[in-house]
C-alpha cells in the first residue's frame, strides 16, 4: 500500500513539475535588440514562425524575438512586415492575421478576419491587404484595427506598393491554376475603387518601385512558349516602358529586390543575379554563383544584399550577406525558413 | 477434384435449402479450423494481441499506443493517426487485413483511426520481414489484423452504448447465429462526436483557453462474417466490411480557419477455403476492397478524390517435406485501380509474389528460414528472405534471435503525383536483426479441495528483454525542386538501434475470486540520419523526427468477484519535430483509469464501466500545435445474452 501511495505521489509530482506545452525550442532565446527585422516564414501547418533581430554593425543575430518577448509564437506562415506610425504590422499569412507590435516587438493588438493575407501597403490611414485566396485586397481603418472593405481582384493578390498617392496591386491570376492575363491593379485610396490596370507577362511573381518612381515587376512566364521577362511600369503612364526577355525557357526567376541607391535589381534564379537600371541598356548578370544552398528569399538593405538559404525546409536556414561587389560578408543560422530582411 | 467441388456444391445447395441434417462433426476439428492458419510467423519477437471487450470502443491506435512496443503519431481525437516501429515512419509500416495488404496504393499509409477494433478480432505485431508470409513493405514492421470466427453454438445478442464528454456517442450491436455447419456473425457500429474540448491557444497572448472547433466525427460500420463447415476437413470463412467515416478536421492551434472535412468510404470483402487434410493443409484466399477518400477545403478550393479498387487473391499451404521439416508456401498477386485528380489519368498496379518457409522443431532448438520474390508489373521486386532461431535454456529461458530483409516500392503517388511524381525512384529497402531472452514462471499451488485442474493459486511471471538494430536505406522523402514543386527522391538511409524490455505479471486466486493482471514495457529507441544523397552533412546523426527515445507503459488490473479495476499509464518522452533537432515537443504522461461492474441475470450479462480518461488533466500535444483533450469521461454499458 505505502508503494501505491509513493507511486501515486511521484506520479502528481511529475504532472504538476511540467509547464512546457507544445513546441520548445532545445536553444533558450535570450532578448536582445538590432535594427533589421528577419522573418522566418516557418512550416506550413507547423505554427513554428518566428521573428529574429538582426545587428548588422555587431553581426549579432536575435532569434525567436517574438515570443522572448511576448511569450507566445506569432503563428502559421509569416509572410511579411510593414513599418508604420512606430507600429509593425506582421502579416501571419495561414494565421488569417496581422498582429501589431511596437519597435520593440511588444504586442499591442492583432486585425483578424483575413482569409490568407500576404502583403500589406499603407496609404490615407487605411491600411491595404493582399490576399492568397480571396481574389480581393481588403481594407483596414488602421485607427479601429478593422476590415471595413474589399476592393474586388481577379485572384492571387501579392505584393502592394504605395506610388504617387495610388496603391499598386500585383495580381498573380487564379492561385491553383492561373491562365492569364495577369495585370498590375491600380487602386485609388480615397475611394477603395480599382482605376486602371496595367497587362504584364503571365506568372508575375514580385516588383519594386525605383527611386525615379518606376515599378518593376518580375514574372516567370508559362511553359507554352512564354519566357519569364523583367519588366518597367511607368507610372505616370501605367504604361509598359521596357521589357527584358530571359533567354532561357527554363529560367524561373523570382523575389525581385532592388538597391535604389545605386539602381541595380537582383532577383534569384537558382543563383542570385542583377540587372543595372541606371543605364540605358539593361543587361542580366551574375552576382553570386548558387551551389548546395536553397535560395528562398531575397531583401536588399543599405546596398546590402541577404539572400537567405532555406535548406532541406525542416532546418533552420541561412542568410548569406554580401556587399555590393558579391563578396561575401558573413553568413549565420536564423530560424526556420528564413525569407527576407526589413 | 471434380468430384469434391460438386460434393461441396451439393452441400451448399442443401444449406439454401436447409432440410437435411448432417452427422456429428467433432468440435475439435472446428477449432483447429477457426483458430489456424496455414502460414505461421518466422521464430521472432512477434507480439499477439486477442482483443476482448474492453477494445470494442477503441480504435486501432489506441490499443496499439497502450500495448504494443510501438510510438502512436495522432493529430487529436478521431484524427488521423499513424504507428512508427522501432524508429520507422508510417510508410514503412505495412497493414495486413486478414492477410491482405491494406495500405493505400496512392499514400502508402494507414490511418488507424478508421480501424474500430468492434471489428476485429486479432491483432498482430511482426518486425520487418517477420510479416513476409502475407506481403513485403514493412520495413520497420507490419500490424496484422484477423477476423478469426468465434464460434458459438445458438443465437447471442450484444448490445454496447458509450457516452462519452464532448458529446460523443456510440452505438454497437452483435448478433450471431451458430450451429455445427453454419456461423453468422452481424455487427453494426455506429459512433458520433461533437469533441469541442478546450484546450491551451499557444497562439493568444497570457495562452488562454480556447474551444476546439471543426472536430466533429460520424462513423458508421457494419460486418457480417460467415462460417461453414463442408464437413470435417473442409471450412470456408467470409467476411465483408463496410465502414464509412465522416469527420471535420480542426485548424491548427492558431491556423486559420477552413472548414475542412474528409470522408472516407471503403468495403472490404475477404473468402478462404481452407482445406485442412492429414498432411497437407491448404487455404485458399481471395479477396476485393473499394475505397474512396474524398478531401474538401472549399475556402481554398481544394476538392482531393481518390476512388480504389483492389483485387486479390492467395493460395498458401504447408506440409512436411521430411519428417520433422515443415514447409510452408504461398502464392500471390494482387491488381489494383486508383482514380484521383492527383493523376493524369487512371492507374494501374499489379504485383504478384512467391513465399517459401522451411522450419524444424527439434528438441531444444527450432529455426526457420523463409525468402519470398515478387513482382511489380513486370519488374522484379529484391528478394526477401530471414532466419529466426529459438533455443531452449533448461525450461524457464528461451533464446531467440533472427534476422530478416524488407522492401517497399515507391507508392503510385510517388510515381505518377502531377506534377512532381518520379519514376526513376528505387524501392526503399531495410533489413532488421534482434536477439533477446524471455523468462516464463508459472507457480501454482493446490488447495484442500483438489479437484481436476483448479488450483486455488496461480502465479504467472514474464520477462524479455531483447536488442535491435536495423537500416532503411533509399527512405522516401518529398523534396522542393527548383521548379517550384516538389518531388519524392531516394534521400537518405536511417539507422535504428534500441532495447525493449517488459514484465508481465498474472495472480489469480480462485477461491477469493480475485486477479491480478500488471504489465509493463519499456523501449529505448536510437534512430539517426546515416547518409543523404543532397549533401545534408549537418543532419547525419541528429535523431529521426517524432521518434522518441523512450517510452515505457504500465498497465494495472484487478478485480475482485464482479468488480474489477484498472490503470494503465503511457510515458512518451520529448520528440524532436526538426530535422536538425533545434525544436521539440515536450516528454507526456498520460494516465488512463476505469471501474467495470458485472451484474448477472439468468443468462444475461450487463456490464457497466466508467472510465476516465487523461486522469491528471495534462495538457500536451502528440503532433505539434495539435491539442490533445484534458481530462475527459467514459460511460459503458454492455450487454450480452
Sequence with gaps: MKNITLYIGIVFFLCNCKKEIGPQNVQEYAKGTGSLIVLNEGNFGFGNASVSLYNPDKKEVFNNQFKAVNGFGIGDVLQSVKRHNGNLYFVVNNSGKVVVTDTNLVYKTEITGFNSPRYMEVSEGKGFITDLKQKAVYVVDLATNQITGEIPMQGWTEQVLSVNNKIYVLDRGDYLSNVGPNFIFVINPLTNTKIDSIEVTINPNSMVVDRNKNIWVLSSGDNTGVNATIQKVNTNSNLIDLTTIFNQASDNPSRLSIDRENEILYFLNQSVFKMNISALATTIQLFHQGSTENFYGLSVIKGMIYATDAKSYNEAGDIHIFDKSGDKDWHNTFSFIPQSVN | ?641
Design chain 2, 1 to 641: 477434384m471434380y468430384k469434391k467441388w460438386l460434393k461441396n456444391s451439393v452441400l451448399i445447395f442443401i444449406f439454401l435449402t436447409g432440410k437435411i441434417s448432417f452427422s456429428q462433426l467433432k468440435s475439435d476439428t472446428l477449432k483447429e479450423f477457426v483458430k489456424e492458419e496455414v502460414l505461421s510467423n518466422l521464430n521472432t519477437f512477434s507480439k499477439v494481441s486477442l482483443l476482448d471487450s474492453n477494445s470494442h470502443f477503441l480504435s486501432l491506435n489506441e490499443v496499439l499506443e497502450s500495448s504494443f512496443p510501438v510510438y502512436v503519431k495522432n493529430y487529436g481525437k478521431g484524427q488521423l493517426a499513424t504507428l512508427s516501429i522501432r524508429g520507422n515512419g508510417a510508410s514503412q509500416t505495412q497493414l495486413f487485413w486478414n492477410g491482405f495488404k491494406m495500405n493505400s496504393p496512392t499514400l502508402g499509409q494507414t490511418d488507424l483511426s478508421l480501424i474500430p477494433l468492434f471489428f476485429i478480432s486479432e491483432v498482430n505485431l511482426n518486425y520487418s520481414g517477420a510479416s513476409s508470409m502475407d506481403g513485403s513493405g514493412g520495413i520497420g514492421g507490419s500490424i496484422q489484423l484477423a477476423n478469426k470466427l468465434k464460434w458459438k453454438n445458438g443465437i447471442h445478442v450484444s448490445l454496447l452504448q458509450e457516452f462519452a464528454s464532448f458529446s460523443n456517442f456510440t452505438t454497437g450491436l452483435g448478433f450471431s447465429f451458430g450451429g455445427k455447419r453454419f456461423y453468422h456473425q452481424l455487427k453494426i457500429l455506429h459512433q458520433k462526436g461533437v469533441n469541442e474540448f478546450e484546450f491551451v491557444d499557444l497562439s493568444k497572448i497570457n495562452n488562454p483557453l480556447n474551444t476546439q472547433e471543426n472536430n466533429k466525427l460520424k462513423q458508421f460500420g457494419a460486418q457480417y462474417e460467415l462460417g461453414i463447415q463442408l464437413n470435417n476437413k473442409n471450412l470456408i470463412q467470409t467476411t465483408f466490411l463496410f465502414f464509412d467515416s465522416y469527420r471535420e478536421l480542426p485548424p491548427i492551434i492558431g491556423g486559420v480557419f477552413n472548414r475542412e472535412t474528409q470522408a472516407d468510404k471503403n468495403l472490404k470483402s475477404f473468402v478462404s477455403w481452407k482445406s485442412f487434410q492429414n498432411k497437407f493443409k491448404s487455404d485458399f484466399r481471395i479477396s476485393f476492397f473499394q475505397e474512396s477518400m474524398n478531401y474538401i477545403d472549399s475556402i481554398s478550393s481544394i476538392f482531393s478524390d481518390v476512388k480504389i479498387k483492389t483485387y486479390q487473391g492467395q493460395y498458401r499451404i504447408k506440409f512436411n517435406l521430411v519428417k520433422k521439416i515443415k514447409m510452408e508456401a504461398s502464392a500471390q498477386s494482387s491488381y489494383s485501380e486508383v482514380s484521383s485528380n492527383g493523376f493524369e489519368s487512371n492507374k494501374k498496379r499489379n504485383e504478384s509474389g512467391v513465399y517459401m518457409k522451411v522450419s524444424q522443431e527439434l528438441k531444444k532448438l527450432n529455426y526457420d528460414l523463409f525468402a519470398r520474390q515478387e513482382l511489380l508489373g513486370d519488374k522484379l521486386s529484391p528478394l526477401v528472405y530471414g532466419a529466426g532461431l529459438n533455443y531452449k535454456l533448461g525450461n524457464k529461458f528461451g533464446l531467440k534471435g533472427n534476422y530478416s530483409t524488407n522492401y517497399r516500392v515507391p507508392t503510385i503517388n510517388d510515381l505518377y503525383w502531377n506534377p512532381g511524381g518520379n519514376e526513376k525512384l528505387n524501392p526503399e529497402r531495410g533489413w532488421t536483426a534482434e536477439l533477446g531472452i524471455d523468462y516464463d514462471k508459472v507457480s501454482k499451488k493446490r488447495g484442500l479441495r483438489y479437484r481436476k485442474g483448479y488450483f486455488n493459486d496461480e502465479q504467472k511471471i514474464n520477462l524479455g528483454i531483447r536488442g535491435f538494430y536495423n537500416q532503411t536505406n533509399n527512405w522516401i522523402q518529398w523534396q522542393p525542386t527548383d521548379f517550384g514543386y516538389w518531388e519524392p527522391v531516394n534521400l537518405k538511409s536511417i539507422e535504428n538501434k534500441g532495447v525493449e524490455a517488459s514484465v508481465k505479471y498474472k495472480y489469480s486466486n480462485n477461491k477469493k475470486a480475485s486477479k491480478i493482471k500488471a504489465n509493463f514495457f519499456y523501449t529505448f529507441t536510437r534512430s539517426t540520419n546515416l547518409s543523404f544523397s543532397n549533401g545534408s552533412e549537418e543532419l547525419i546523426n541528429k535523431q529521426t523526427v517524432y521518434v522518441p527515445m523512450h517510452k515505457a507503459t504500465f498497465f494495472l488490473s484487478y478485480s475482485y468477484k464482479k468488480l474489477s479495476f484498472s490503470y494503465s499509464q503511457l510515458y512518451n518522452s520529448r520528440v524532436f519535430i526538426d530535422a536538425s533537432n533545434s525544436a521539440y515537443l515536450p516528454y507526456y504522461f498520460p494516465a488512463n483509469t476505469g471501474v467495470d461492474y458485472l451484474i448477472n441475470f439468468k443468462q444475461i450479462k450487463l456490464k457497466l464501466g466508467l472510465k476516465v480518461i487523461n486522469l491528471y488533466n495534462e495538457q500536451y500535444h502528440v503532433t505539434a500545435n495539435r491539442p490533445i483533450p484534458g481530462r475527459n469521461y467514459s460511460v459503458t454499458l454492455k450487454l450480452n445474452f
